[in-house]
C-alpha cells in the first residue's frame, strides 16, 4: 500500500509568529508624578511608624545629642521614667516653657497670635513642639524643618499622651553645654537624683532651658532668681487650677 504525504501549503513552512507589540512608554510626566507620590507614601509610613516606636521605646539618642557629642567628645545622658522624677519638676517645666500644655492639641494658637503681635516667636513654641523638633528633627530655623514639625506635632499628639510627651521631653532637653536630660541636669547641678528635686531647684532647671548654654541653675544670676521664682508661682497655679492633670492622672 503506497504511502500517504501530506504536502505543506506553500509558504507555510518557516513562516514567522506575528510580533507582540511592546506596551506605549509612559510618559515622563507620568513616571515623574508617580515616583512623586510614591516617595511621599513612603515617607509618610516611616514617620507613621516613627511616631508609633516613640509611644513605647525609649530613644537612645537625638541628632542633636550626636551633634553636639561629636563636637564634645561626649555628652552626659542617661533615660529616667516619669516615676521616678519630682512630680513639682514636670510642674515647672509646664509652667515655664508651655503653661497651657494640657488644654492644646500641640499648638498653643493663643501664644501664637500673641507672638506674632509683639513680633516676636518666644512662647509660641509648645512642649510637643519642642519634643517633635529634639527627638525626630534638627535644630536650625528652616522652612522644612518647621514644615514637618508642624506636620508631625498633630500626630504625636494624637498618638502619644501628654504624660508621654513631657517624659520623652524631659529626658533630651538640654539643661547646660553636653548635659542632656532631668536625670544628668539634677546631679550636674544639685548632686541629686531627679526624684529628690526641690520646688526651688526644679525652677532653677526649668529657668535655664531657653538657654542652656549661657544659664545656670546651680549660680543663677538675679535675673534667673526672679525668672526660677515667677516658674514656682506658676508651677503652683496649674497644680491648683487643674492644668497639671493631664500628666500627673
Not at 516611616?46 to 508609633?52: N, P
Not at 516653657?97 to 513680633?119: P, Q, R, S
Amino acid at each position: 500500500m503506497a504511502k500517504r504525504t501530506t504536502k505543506s501549503k506553500p509558504g507555510s513552512r518557516g513562516k514567522a509568529k506575528p510580533a507582540v507589540e511592546a506596551s506605549e512608554r509612559v510618559p515622563l510626566h507620568r513616571r515623574i508624578r508617580r515616583f512623586f507620590w510614591r516617595s511621599v507614601a513612603i515617607v509618610f509610613l516611616l514617620v507613621v511608624g516613627a511616631v508609633l516606636l516613640g509611644r513605647v521605646a525609649n530613644p537612645p539618642t537625638t541628632f542633636y545629642m550626636m551633634s553636639e557629642s561629636r563636637r564634645l567628645g561626649g555628652v552626659d545622658h542617661e533615660w529616667v521614667p516619669m516615676q521616678e522624677i519630682a512630680p513639682v519638676m514636670a510642674r515647672a517645666v509646664v509652667a515655664a516653657e508651655d503653661a497651657n500644655f494640657c488644654e492644646h492639641w500641640g499648638f498653643d494658637v493663643a501664644a501664637i497670635k500673641l507672638a506674632i503681635a509683639e513680633g516676636s516667636n518666644r512662647g509660641a513654641s509648645t512642649l510637643s513642639q519642642q519634643t517633635v523638633k529634639n527627638v525626630y528633627l534638627w535644630h536650625g530655623r528652616t522652612y522644612v524643618r518647621k514644615a514637618l514639625e508642624a506636620g508631625m506635632t498633630p500626630l504625636v499628639e494624637a498618638v502619644w499622651t501628654k504624660r508621654r510627651i513631657l517624659e520623652v521631653y524631659l529626658n533630651v532637653a538640654e539643661f547646660d553645654e553636653g548635659v542632656f536630660g532631668v536625670e544628668a541636669a539634677a546631679r550636674h547641678y544639685f548632686g541629686v537624683g531627679p526624684d529628690a528635686l526641690t520646688a526651688r531647684q526644679a525652677s532653677q532647671l526649668a529657668a535655664v532651658l531657653p538657654s542652656p548654654k549661657t544659664r545656670s541653675a546651680s549660680q543663677p544670676t538675679s535675673f534667673l532668681t526672679r525668672r526660677a521664682a515667677q516658674i514656682r508661682s506658676g508651677a503652683a497655679t496649674i497644680l491648683a487650677d487643674g492644668r497639671a492633670d493631664c500628666f500627673e492622672s
